[in-house]
């Protein structure tokens, strides 16, 4: 399982993500799916993104899939869970 280390906590996480940025780290958040969607790379992410971005990526894959998602495949919605489950625990508060 892939990890990342962000704020002095390794994070496990699993691939691939739903939500993607402008097909790069861009900045801007797009809704896309499978097989539009282009994997997040989660180092350049937690290296370019505050807490903002990424609770709003959290926001975004949870409305994915509570809506459209519905209507595709097990894939899609694996990937937006995965998302989901990334952006929540990066967004935890480390325990001192």
């Not at 969607?37 to 949870?62: C, L, S, T, W, Y």
């Amino acid at each position: 399982m892939p990890e990342i280390e962000y704020e002095k906590r390794r994070i496990f996480y699993q691939m691939p993500c739903g939500i993607y940025f402008d097909g790069e780290i861009t900045g801007r958040i797009n809704g896309g799916v499978i097989p539009k969607f282009q994997e997040i790379d989660p180092v350049k992410m937690v290296d370019n993104f505050g807490k903002e971005k990424i609770m709003a990526m959290k926001r975004h894959a949870e409305r994915q899939l509570s809506g459209i998602a519905q209507q595709d495949t097990e894939e899609v919605r694996k990937a937006l869970r995965n998302t989901i489950d990334l952006t929540t625990k990066l967004l935890e508060v480390p325990q001192e």
